[in-house]
């Protein structure tokens, strides 16, 4: 008897032999033919059941839903749709679902919309499209790993808990022990936080880097990949309150070559499932086009799910200036007909994801990396560049995703940098820690971060982030 799951038996050679599978009953007709799924790959099994020597107790509990556990022979099909198929001998009921129940779930075999899918998140790891997009953030995962692990780079987990607040942008979620009905205060009426459980104020990460950096200047070249958080109140398709983050941060290493590494990457990750995940990549693929058909040309993908990561892989990203960019936007159709919600009047300001979506979709229609960004838009860690107005800032822009990479070179010089946290009001008692590091022996180096679930939503075709997280956690939502 050879133990095993589905996605190796549809594969085996070992015909007229006997098996053991468990899985979920996804669908069973004519009291015979059972489609088995067990989430190993896409595919059913079909186990052809001899109801006239199976008790009718054991049939009636084959119901969508169930779990159960067959024995047979395995033989080529002689239907058509799969090349095997189980002759089962013995069924067992391991987990019975009663059709009544199951009716109202998303578990009924019929199409159900991805928002009903969100609210029963417990069970849709079930259904086809669910069930293929996590098998694809598994791979890509994997791939991350693979990726840095083959290149001399270093897994660092650096701390969920932190004192700082790395982007500066005060989005942080706080982390506290204390009693919310009976805060210490000081006489001055200010929350006593030396009384908390660290005894001091602290948060949830929104980001490794600064102490990926640290490492950096250490082990030379480093990657995060964890759970990142943000107390920002954006309720988009794009966004989530809790995200995962790759972040590589690399010693000696400037503007240039951090393009070509995050370049490097993303086609690495993106050919790994491309070789890895065929079947799931084409049923991601109909299931869009199908979607699609609802929506007006206009708003349609130009090209199919794997054309459009086939074309990622194979084309080099288009790298442009801010300025550059700046003049593209001020002149386009969509800025002069005052189309875009906020018009791009002169340099310095910030863009919005129309305007991204602007320049990847419309303009030069791949992705874009945008680099020397005016240095009061973005974050305070970035070198500065000799024009004193720039800094060495790049952010890659994906079609139908807009950005999924930021990052920079570092400011490497102690003096530029203090004097711009003073500038910013950044606390520098807080971060004493991260400007030692440009007093020994600090070196020129730069990193980056890609958002996990802006990757996963451009490999799999998904057009919502809340449907490429096992759990969504977003405004207003933290069920489950
Ligand atoms: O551009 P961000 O804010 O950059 C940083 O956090 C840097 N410290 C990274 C670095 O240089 N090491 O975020 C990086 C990426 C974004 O480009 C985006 O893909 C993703 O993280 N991201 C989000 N993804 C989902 N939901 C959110 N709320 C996100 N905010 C950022
Ligand atoms: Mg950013």
Redo the contacts with the bound molecule.
Sequence with gaps: MIKTTINHILTSDNLLKEHKVNGWVRAFRSNRFIALNDGTTLNNLQCVVDFENTPEEILNQINVGAAISVEGVLKESEGTGQRVELIVSKVQILGEADPEEVRKTILSPKRHTLEKLREQAHLRVRTNTFGAVMRLRSKLSYAVHKYFQENDFNYVHTPIITGSD??G?GETFKVTNFDLANVPKQKDGSVNFKEDFFGKETNLT?????E?ETFALGLSKVYTFGP?F?A?N?NTS????E?W?I???VAFCELDGNMDLAEDFIKYVLSYIVKECPDDLEFLENRLLQEEKTKPEAERSPMPLREKIDFVINNNFKRVSYTEAIDILKNSKPNKKKKFQYLIEEWGADLQSEHERFLVEKHFKCPVILFDYPANIK?F?MRLNDDGKTVRAM??LFPGIG??????QREERHDVLLSKMQALGIDEEELWWYLDTRKFGTCKHS?????????VLFATGMTN?RDVIPYPRTPQNASF
């Design positions: 790395a982007e942008a929104v980001s490794g880097q600064l990926a990142t943000r920002e954006s794009r966004h989530l309150a995200f983050m972040e590589p941060e974050a860690y952010d890659i950005e999924i990479v930021g990052g920079s990193g980056f971060g890609l958002g996990f679930e802006r990757l982030i």
